[in-house]
């Protein structure tokens, strides 16, 4: 008997809490695969955020720990500073990242941190409720913007893989999505080169997931799918925003 | 060559992003809710599978393992 496919023993077998159709389970898998692909899984660290991936430490296999609201970039420069052998990445939405943790991030950028930071952009908060967040597309409904994101008070969303790579720290940054096998694919691509680039020492690197939220957007899990690629990736473009890697050796 | 799927029922949330990228269309969704109260996916001819996998990469919860003997 030849196994084709099994779950990744970079997850442990923690049942997930995630709604259905959620795009953080794919993510997980697709971190998990990559660092035991790489040979960095036993040695990893990885700094989990506030909002729905709180419990993401519960379910990597490697060591992990759970940061402040939005200090994950903080947290991981310590840990990067002390152990620079190591594999050390975080893991943020959008509301940990882009609103309460910008400072964070943006100063871990500048200061070309040798962290991986995976973000993952579902254009609302999910955890709380359905908030409207930095990231909310113009006109998209949330349980704090009715009527719709309306800039005249609300501004436009962040591009924070576009922001940050305006910065000389950050060597690579791009933006994934993850729909189907194409697209996730992709998105594994991204994290294994982010990885590497990391482990090679080359500064600071970006992966942002576009990932859907059904139950904050108020669809079925298919009909967010389309949702994203239709109106998300309009917004947040997908591909290669910065590559200043090289080969990683 | 005979594939196999096993689902691991008790994780399935029924999203059916699996459903929808199965080439062959034999995945569909259980008449009998899971443990969790969803509706668990379940193969409707396993010997017309391929073994492309696509069901299980998609799959958030890692609920379907694929083996061939």
């Known amino acids: 008997m030849t196994v084709i496919y099994e779950k990744t023993r970079g997850l442990q077998n923690t049942p997930l809490h995630y709604c259905p159709g959620c795009g953080h389970g794919i993510v997980h898998k697709l971190i998990g695969e990559s660092l035991d692909e790489l040979g960095l899984l036993d040695t990893a660290v990885g700094i989990c955020p506030v909002g729905c991936a709180v419990f993401a430490g519960s379910y990597f296999s490697c060591d992990c720990i759970e940061a402040a609201h939005g200090r994950a970039p903080a947290v991981a420069t310590g840990v990067k500073r002390t152990h620079p052998d190591q594999c050390v990445f975080t893991y943020q939405g959008d509301g940990d990242l882009a609103s309460i943790g910008t400072a964070e991030i ?9 962290f991986t ?17 930095p990231t909310t597309l113009v006109g998209q ?5 009715p009527d719709g994101r309306d800039p005249a008070t609300a501004g436009w969303p962040i591009r924070m893989a576009e922001m940050l790579s305006t910065l000389e720290g950050l060597v690579y940054a791009h933006r994934v999505c993850v729909v189907d096998i194409p697209h996730l694919n992709e998105a594994k691509k991204a994290i294994k080169r982010a990885f590497q680039l990391q482990m090679a020492g080359a500064g600071f690197t970006f992966v942002e997931v576009l990932s859907p939220c059904p139950t904050n957007w108020g669809m079925e899990p298919l009909e967010a799918n389309r949702w994203l690629m239709e109106h998300m990736a309009a917004y947040y473009p997908l591909g290669v925003i910065k590559d200043m890697g090289g080969e990683p050796g | 060559m005979a594939i196999h799927l096993f689902f691991d029922r008790d994780l399935c949330k029924g999203c059916q992003l699996c459903v929808s990228l199965c080439p062959r269309h034999i995945l569909a969704l259980d008449s009998a809710p899971n ?5 668990p996916v379940c193969c409707t001819d396993e010997s017309a599978c391929v073994g492309c996998a ?16």
């Open chain 2, 35 to 39: 443990a969790k109260g969803y509706r």
């Open chain 1, 141 to 145: 409904k949330a349980t704090t913007a």
């Open chain 2, 54 to 69: 696509s069901c299980a990469r998609i799959c958030p919860d890692s609920v379907i393992t694929i083996t061939k003997d």
């Open chain 1, 106 to 114: 943006v100063h871990a950028a500048m200061r070309g941190e040798k």
């Open chain 1, 117 to 133: 930071t995976i973000f993952i952009n579902n254009a609302i908060y999910g955890m709380t409720g359905g908030q409207m967040a």
